[in-house]
């Protein structure tokens, strides 16, 4: 893991982003209280044409907004607050059934939302299996589900889909103390209690996609396995740690809270018996960008100083960490290590993953706070991109999608060699990364392509270059030529293999921490080809789209950019945007980049401050803005926005 602040480029540019992620999570406020005569006082039964639950995924959602409709689409409620503990109140149903419920607020480094469906009043809870209740149901998309007259979700239809995920999840269900007839709809839900239903959203990843028809995609965080799953199918098979049952997760509250405690001064970070580091495991380490943290009291001193600096220079202090979201667990030490979420919620209420590829481990049956899971860097995300031109007549759309493997570059260490795992169980190579050639203090290695130019990865370590210092990004073909690489994801498994080697010819183990190989699991998956143009891009409004055709900016010269957008389908986790000259030079320093600003999800408009460190801009020349986000699967999307008039109307701007 690294903690850094996030940089952005554009798509055929380098781009390092050390995120990851979670949400708040806290214990659920009890629905009626107890104690002396007034427990044998009878409690009133909720109306019967009223709606209440509880929104989870893992933990409650953070910052989170509900929304139902009736059967015929018309809205019941909208922009109904969540509260910390992840209930919703208590709604009056109009219309008729069945209802059906967005949520959408934090999970982790990720904004997004979740489904459900009601026939009735009562209870509906809102999580990642009612969600994959409503998908099975339905064989549509959750959020396509959200708009116009009900399909697809009647009680018979539900009934089934629930059926279908408790035998697929039967093993896990048990594991988490739960029966395998369990309504994950109705079903008690404690959120942040770690237990039970709550037990069972942590020890669960749910994704969802679309190839041909939508999907739902299950792989354990306390087990091995992985589900796919369709309307009506369903393919693999999931199993429970044998140490999964025991496992008490409810420390994990403590942990945070302890932490948080921390961040509330100088003072209380660096305190001996309450600050930092009691929460911090004995061989805790931490990598602060190309310096290491090793045990309790340097990680201890590395985390005073990091909240120290902050953000841009401005200190943390006050900031407090929400409850982790679970990761994938590993049990073959003599104790637990498993992965979590490292995210901030400031002073402000915003929300800020401040780092990746964080762990806990237990000792002496407390948790404590472990830094780097690895002893290496290494991170996996995916990405995809649509570059929209905007100065002709008819838009013209162009797609990309690439996944990039960022894999540090150490003493002695020259080559890695990236596998995943196909729906049949084989290997597969993807990718080999290896040093550039006369570069100077190399952080990552680079991509090692057919021919050091082009976008094609070779495979044969002996035939190839690399194409620069800092290229991380396997581009996937366009068309259906890439899709495999997506679909091993999605059948075979989110987990990659990074093997580290000696040798430029990838062939002597390179050890570390007395392994030579790793296994990370991507962040996100690409979408298959035919799924791009539906991804949630967002729109610029018809006013900004003039204001960056027409933008001029004179060398030297300031200046100042505002522009709104709107969403197709709810929001997007836009979390930044850039003006670009030149794509080619808008670099994290490059003379191209005219300007850059962190935004907050949900956000939809800005106004950009400009400085152009390069040559004059005329409101004919070529330019981009560039809108970053992540979806709620985990996918880093980069929409932009090109002007090129000297460029034939026909053509892409590129």
Request: proline content about 5%; glycine content about 12%; some cysteine.
């Amino acid at each position: 893991m690294s903690i850094a602040n996030v940089q952005r480029r554009p798509f055929h540019c380098a781009f390092s982003a050390l995120t990851a992620a979670v949400l708040a999570s806290l214990a659920m406020l009890s629905a009626c209280g107890g104690g002396g005569d007034d427990a044998l006082a009878p409690v009133a039964a909720a109306p019967v044409n009223t709606l209440a639950g509880t929104v989870a995924v893992g933990a409650p959602i953070t910052n989170g907004k509900l929304r139902i409709l009736d059967a015929t689409g018309a809205v019941v409620a909208a922009d109904i607050a969540i509260a910390a503990d992840g209930s919703y109140p208590r709604i009056t149903l109009t219309g008729p059934a069945p209802y059906r419920l967005e949520a959408c607020g934090y999970a982790g480094p990720n904004y997004l939302c979740v489904y459900s469906v009601a026939d009735a009043g009562g209870t509906a809870n809102v999580t990642p299996l009612t969600t994959a209740t409503v998908v099975l149901a339905s064989g549509k998309d959750p959020a396509a589900s959200m708009s116009g007259a009900a399909s697809g979700l009647t009680a018979a239809e539900v009934a089934a889909a629930q059926a279908q995920l408790q035998a697929t999840l039967a093993a896990i269900m048990a594991s988490a103390g739960i029966s395998g007839d369990f309504n994950f709809v109705t079903g008690p839900l404690d959120a942040g209690s770690r237990d039970k239903y709550d037990k069972l959203l942590d020890a669960l990843g749910v994704k969802l996609g679309t190839d041909g028809q939508p999907f739902v995609q299950i792989v354990p965080r306390l087990g091995d396995g992985n589900a796919y799953l369709e309307h009506g199918s369903s393919a693999g098979i999931l199993t429970a740690n044998a140490g999964a049952a025991a496992l008490k997760l409810g420390g994990l509250e403590t942990l945070f809270a302890n932490m948080s405690a921390a961040l509330a001064s100088p003072a209380a970070c660096a305190a001996d018996a309450t600050g930092i580091r009691r929460s911090l495991a004995t061989n805790a380490q931490l990598s602060m960008g190309s310096d290491a943290a090793v045990g309790r009291d340097a990680v201890a001193q590395a985390l005073c100083s990091f909240f120290a600096e902050g953000n841009g220079g401005t200190p943390l202090w006050g900031s407090t960490l929400l409850s982790p979201t679970l990761g994938k667990c590993d049990f073959t030490a003599a104790s637990p290590v498993c992965g979590v979420s490292f995210v901030l919620r400031g002073v402000d209420g915003g929300v800020m993953p401040v780092g990746s590829g964080m762990g806990v481990t237990l000792e002496a049956d407390v948790w404590k706070f472990a830094g780097d899971l690895l002893p290496v860097q290494i991170r996996a995300s995916a990405k995809a991109q649509r570059t929209k031109r905007i100065d002709t007549a008819t838009p013209v759309y162009d797609y990309d999608r690439a996944i990039a493997f960022e894999v540090a570059a150490m003493p002695g260490l020259g080559c890695a060699k990236v596998t995943q795992r196909s729906a049949d169980g084989a290997t597969v190579t993807l990718a080999l990364y290896k040093l550039h050639p006369g570069a100077m203090n190399q952080q990552r290695l680079a991509l090692w392509t057919i021919d050091g130019a082009g976008q094609g990865a070779s495979l044969d370590p002996m035939v190839g270059a690399t194409r620069s210092s800092d290229d991380t990004w396997l581009a996937l073909p366009q068309g259906g030529a890439g899709d495999a690489v997506s679909r091993n994801f999605y059948r075979g498994g989110r987990t990659v293999v990074v093997s580290l080697y000696t040798d430029a010819a990838c062939s002597n183990a390179f050890t570390v921490a007395g392994k030579s190989a790793f296994e990370i699991d991507v962040e996100g998956v690409p979408p298959v080809w035919s799924a791009m143009d539906a991804m949630p891009w967002p729109e610029l409004d018809a006013t900004s789209v003039a204001a960056v055709r027409s933008l001029a900016i004179d060398a030297t010269a300031t200046g100042s950019l505002h522009t709104a957008w709107t969403f197709p389908r709810g929001v997007l986790g836009i979390n930044g945007l850039t003006m670009c000259s030149s794509r080619a030079t808008c670099g994290d320093t490059g003379a191209g980049r005219l300007g850059n600003a962190e935004l907050r999800p949900g956000a939809a408009e800005a106004t950009l401050n400009l400085r152009n460190n390069g040559a004059t801009v005329n409101g004919d020349d070529g330019k981009t803005l560039a809108l970053f986000g992540r979806n709620g699967e985990g996918v880093d999307l980069q929409s932009n926005y090109s002007s090129c008039p000297a460029v034939a109307a026909t053509d892409s701007c590129r």
